[in-house]
Each structure stands twice: as structure tokens, then as C-alpha cells.
């Protein structure tokens, strides 16, 4: 009796723990990995590529700095309530100068900065520039959608716009000002090159989960990198005050298999031909003026 009472129960937990995990699990199931905001969520988000990890690695020491440094003061600042209370001492200390101690309190903050500036510029600079770039893409911010263009895969662009709540699917109501009608798609494991420019005035492209921000501002490009080392979707927003429309001009990044890259490429090349414009030099010398002729008929 005991002995299936236990059984029944230890299966229940493991039952338990099981409907847990698969809660936990299942947006990720459904559709690979998402990388968005959620309610009460007070840490970073969860990382998809390297950048993201070393900024976790980074704000992990930070944090525990910050920990040490105020579980410090809070004690020290105790210890003098308690020490030089007016009770415990008639006549007050009349000290005034301490030449160690002021050496101390400036050295060791220096020493600190220190410690959080190495790791900072090496983490500035990892993401200043493309390591082996294996793609490039170019993102506009305009007021108030993303165009996004594919230099080195037929130089196709296209517009990203935002989508009304009225029209996201009862089901992806939550996806509102997160939800784009083109997706950014990149290929998993690739080191894309991210090259942002802005046509109007300055926007910020800011996608959390793969560690990504660049401002884009007219008449410059600016240069960073983006590697996505799971699939799924990774939302992020337009990071810089940009109008009135910023609130609502959100980023998806789509990472999928080489595979389906390529078929996306192929689809999209024909879907965001530009009947207006003549096909880049490098891509009409690649495919002959015959198959040119042939894609614009
Ligand atoms: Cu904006």
C-alpha cells in the first residue's frame, strides 16, 4: 500500500515537474526560440548568439561589484551610526584630515574602474567589427518602419512595417508592437555584418536577445555584428526618441537553417523586385543580361 502510495505520489511529482518543464519549454517548442520581453521580467533577456552571452558575462561582474561595493557602505555606515552615536560619545571626535585613508578611498575606487574598464572596451570593440563575416546587410531607420537590404545576396530591399493589433491573429495578440509584416530573416550560425544607415533622423536598431544596437543616422554608416546561434524570432524596437510614431516601429529577426535561408532568398529576391531600378553591376555580371531579360518579363 505504501509502497504504491509512494509510487503514485513520486509519479505525480515527476508528473508535475514534467507539465512544468513542457510550460516552460513550450513557446520554445512551437516555434524554436523567441526573444522577447515578458511581464516581470527583471534580468536580461536570454541570449541567442555570443554577443548577447559576453553582455551577460560583462553585466554579471558589474552587478556583483555593485552588490559588494553597497553591502559595504550599508555596513560601514551602520558601524558609524552604532560606534559614534551621540550616547557613547560626550565629547565628538574633532579629526579632520587622514591622509591614508583619503589615499585609500581614491585609490581603490580608481582600481575598480579599472577592473570594469578592461572588460568594457574588449566588449565594445567585439562588437565594433565582423569577425569572418559570412553576410552583410544593410538597415535603414526611417520614420516609421525598417528597410532592409541584402548587398551580397541580389541586393533585393524591402520595407518592414509594423502590424495594427487589429489585424495579429486572436492568438498573437501579444506579439503587438513586436510584430512586423517582413521579416529581418538571417541564416543560424552566420556572422552577419550590419551596416546602419538613417533616412530621416536618427533611429537606433536594438534587438535584445542577439545583443545588437546601432544608432542609424543620415549620412553616416556605421558598422556592428549580429549572430543568431539558435533559430527562432528575436523582436526588439527602435532604441532612439525618433518621432511621434517611435513607440511603434519594432524589429523582428527571423534565424533559420541555411536551407531555408536560401529558399527565403531565392522567394524574396523575386517577391521584392524593384521593376524600377536596373540590377546591381556585380549581380548582372553573375547571372548574364539573358536571365535579367527573363526575371523582368
Ligand atoms: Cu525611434
Given amino acids: ?13 515527476g508528473g508535475l515537474a514534467a507539465m512544468v518543464a513542457a510550460m516552460a519549454a513550450a513557446p520554445a517548442r512551437a516555434e524554436g526560440m ?16 555570443p554577443i548577447k552571452e559576453a553582455i551577460h558575462d560583462f553585466n554579471t561582474l558589474v552587478f556583483s561589484i555593485i552588490v559588494a561595493i553597497t553591502i559595504l557602505v550599508m555596513l560601514l555606515l551602520a558601524w558609524c551610526v552604532w560606534r559614534y552615536r551621540a550616547e557613547a560619545n560626550p565629547n565628538p571626535s574633532t579629526t579632520s584630515h587622514h591622509t591614508l585613508l583619503e589615499v585609500a578611498w581614491t585609490v581603490v575606487p580608481v582600481l575598480i574602474l579599472v577592473v570594469i574598464a578592461i572588460p568594457s572596451f574588449r566588449l565594445i570593440y567585439y562588437q565594433d567589427r565582423t569577425p569572418n563575416a559570412d553576410i ?13 537590404t541584402y548587398p ?8 518592414s512595417y509594423p502590424i495594427a493589433e487589429s489585424d495579429l491573429p486572436a492568438d498573437q495578440r501579444h506579439l503587438y508592437r513586436l510584430a512586423v509584416d517582413n521579416e529581418l530573416v538571417i541564416p543560424v550560425g552566420a556572422n552577419v555584418r550590419v551596416i546602419t544607415t538613417g533616412y530621416d533622423v536618427i533611429h537606433s536598431f536594438f534587438v535584445p536577445a542577439l545583443g545588437i544596437q546601432r544608432y542609424t543616422i543620415p549620412g553616416r554608416a556605421l558598422e556592428t555584428w549580429m549572430r543568431a546561434d539558435r533559430e527562432g524570432v528575436f523582436y526588439g524596437q527602435c532604441n532612439q526618441i525618433c518621432g511621434t510614431n517611435h513607440w511603434f516601429m519594432p524589429i523582428a529577426v527571423r534565424a533559420v537553417s541555411r536551407t531555408e535561408f536560401d529558399t527565403w532568398v531565392a522567394q524574396a529576391r523575386t517577391r521584392f523586385a524593384r521593376a524600377d531600378e536596373p540590377a546591381a553591376p556585380a549581380v548582372a555580371a553573375a547571372q548574364g543580361t539573358v536571365q535579367i531579360a527573363q526575371a523582368r518579363d
Avoid: C
Avoid at 523567441?34 to 548568439?49: D, F, I, K, R, T
Avoid at 546587410?137 to 528597410?147: A, C, E, F, H, K
Avoid at 551580397?152 to 520595407?159: A, E, K, P, T
Fill in 34 to 49: 523567441v526573444g522577447m520581453p515578458h511581464a516581470w521580467g527583471m534580468g536580461l533577456q536570454e541570449a541567442a548568439g
Fill in 152 to 159: 551580397d545576396h541580389g541586393n533585393f530591399n524591402f520595407d
Fill in 1 to 13: 500500500m505504501r509502497v504504491s502510495d509512494g509510487k503514485r505520489f513520486g509519479g505525480a511529482m
Fill in 136 to 148: 552583410t546587410i544593410s538597415v535603414q531607420g526611417r520614420q516609421w518602419y525598417w528597410n532592409y
